[in-house]
Each structure stands twice: as structure tokens, then as C-alpha cells.
């Protein structure tokens, strides 16, 4: 099992900036990438960015490209989506999610998930 906890969400004027963080505990250690997904109100949920853990690739939406990063730490376990230029249609909740299998596209482990609202 891999037990995900995001946080980083909150209030931010549109033009403005959030980072958000997921921490990672269990057995991390058959973690092959971890990802950052989105659902709006009255949507379905999608995908936003993903990391491998090992080499660092990374992966976006069309939608974030050029405005988001995701990172990770893994000495800390950690993921972080950092956020710039936020739009209007960024409000969503942003929910972490691991993948353990490299071969299949589905993630296997999720969180919570955090609030991210951007205001006129």
C-alpha cells in the first residue's frame, strides 16, 4: 500500500501562484511514476502532469504546459506541482496519485485531494 497527502491548495488571484505537495508513505519503494490529476466541478477528472521516480521524466497536459512543473524529492517521498500564470479554469481539486506498474497506465494509488481556486 502507498498512503498519498496533498496540501499546497487554497485561494489565489488569477495570474498567481500555488505550489502543491503530495507526501508519499508505504511502500514507495514500487512506486514507477507519480502524477497530479484534476476534476472540476460538473467535469470529469484529468490528467494534469506525471514524474517517473527513478529518471525524472516528465509529462503535461497541453493545457499546464509552459505553467506547470512537477518535481520530486526522494529523499522526502515528496511530489510537488508548482503552478504559475493560474487561470480561472485551474479551479479543481488536485488529487496525487501513484503508479506502480510501468507497462500499464493506471494508477493504483490516490489521495484526497486539495482545493485550488483561482478568483478574478
Known amino acids: 500500500q502507498v498512503q498519498l497527502v496533498e496540501s499546497g491548495g487554497g485561494l489565489v488571484q488569477a495570474g498567481g501562484s500555488l505550489r502543491l505537495s503530495c507526501a508519499a508513505s508505504?511502500?514507495?519503494?514500487?512506486?514507477?511514476?507519480m502524477g497530479w490529476f484534476r476534476q472540476a466541478p460538473g467535469k470529469e477528472r484529468e490528467f494534469v502532469a506525471a514524474i517517473t521516480w527513478s529518471s525524472g521524466s516528465t509529462y503535461y497536459a497541453d493545457s499546464v504546459k509552459g505553467r506547470f512543473t512537477i518535481s520530486r524529492d526522494n529523499a522526502k517521498n515528496t511530489v510537488y506541482l508548482q503552478m504559475n500564470s493560474l487561470k480561472l479554469e485551474d479551479t479543481a481539486v488536485y488529487y496525487c496519485?501513484?503508479?506502480?506498474?510501468?507497462?500499464?497506465?493506471?494508477?493504483?494509488?490516490w489521495g484526497h485531494g486539495t482545493q485550488v481556486t483561482v478568483s478574478s
Open positions: 496519485a501513484a503508479r506502480t506498474v510501468a507497462t500499464t497506465p493506471r494508477y493504483d494509488y
Open positions: 508505504g511502500r514507495t519503494f514500487s512506486t514507477y511514476a
